[in-house]
């Protein structure tokens, strides 16, 4: 099993702890903005088991059906994912709403309280390793869940500040609002989330500065050809595709012009290990002379 499927596994584990946890911090308590973090925990253990079934898929190896694989897999598993995240939104606004209009004291509010405190530092530190091993291993799925946990991270905080201050200030008021608080960052991180699943799923280009950078390696290991152009990219999961043609003088044989396509993509694997490279060589009439000029 690769490390990717192996971290949601672990998100599953953590997040059916966490959620254990926050779900008996609200039913100690009663409260509508405790209820609406351990909601939003559900939703975080059935987004673990998507990116895990994602990962899964993803890492097929392309097949006759799919010549290019199954990353993009993983941004549909995001996109179900921010579709869950914006239900758990609607979902928390009617507790909200019905909280507004039966406000009650609360039970045992120290006891969930410090559960909720407990299931918070396992979340932070479980978002941290998502992240940083979204980035290494180029997974959109394991990043997804990462900031999902963060954001959930951020709400804890605030719900359980405004908890102990709506219990030291008797304000209990404040736990239907510090819900439908919570249900409008929760909406926005969701949307948020759809929308840059999205992009990947509709062959967005890598940051500009990717695009520079690969521009200047196309320039730097060209040596022989006489420009390239019509340089094109698109990112898809942990793979990013480029594909360019090159221009060589009319006179050159297929060996030298081969030989130099292997010198470009060398260096681009070099540096971008993730890089799929389609070269097309071209005679020097097809020079546009708007190309990537090879220094």
């Not at 010549?67 to 995240?85: M, N, Q, R, S, T």
């Not at 209990?172 to 992009?199: E, K």
């Amino acid at each position: 099993m690769v490390s990717g499927e192996r971290l949601a596994l672990g998100s599953m584990v953590a997040g059916c702890l966490v959620l254990g946890l926050k779900g008996a911090a609200w039913w100690l308590t009663g409260s509508a903005a405790l209820y609406s973090d351990a909601l939003e925990s559900i939703v975080n253990v059935a987004a673990s088991l998507i990116a895990w079934v994602a990962l899964r898929f993803a890492a097929r190896p392309a097949d006759a059906n799919h010549p290019y694989g199954h990353d993009k897999a993983e941004f549909f598993a995001a996109v179900i994912e921010g579709v869950l995240i914006t239900v758990a939104a609607l979902l928390i606004f009617d507790e909200a709403w019905n909280t507004w209009w039966r406000v009650r004291s609360l039970e045992a509010p120290f006891r969930g309280i410090a559960l909720n405190v407990v299931a918070t530092v396992i979340n932070a530190v479980w978002s941290s390793v998502l992240i940083t091993a979204g980035r290494r291993l180029r997974s959109p799925a394991l990043a997804a869940d990462g900031r999902h946990l963060l954001t959930d991270v951020v709400t804890s905080v605030g719900i359980v500040i405004g908890v102990f201050l709506a219990v030291f200030t008797g304000r209990m008021i404040l736990d239907p609002i510090l819900a439908a608080a919570t249900g409008v960052y929760v909406l926005w991180s969701g949307i948020r989330m759809i929308f840059s699943s999205v992009s990947g799923l509709m062959d967005e280009a890598p940051e500009p500065a990717v695009v520079n950078r690969i521009r200047e390696l196309v320039a730097n290991s060209a040596a022989g050809a006489i420009e390239a152009h019509d340089l094109r990219t698109r990112h898809a999961g942990r793979l990013t595709f480029l594909e360019f043609h090159l221009v060589v003088p009319g006179s050159m044989t297929v060996a030298r012009a081969h030989q130099i396509c292997d010198r470009i993509e060398d260096a681009l694997k070099a540096e971008m290990g993730h890089l799929m490279i389609t070269i097309h060589v071209e005679p020097e009439e097809k020079a546009k002379q708007a190309g990537v000029p090879v220094l």
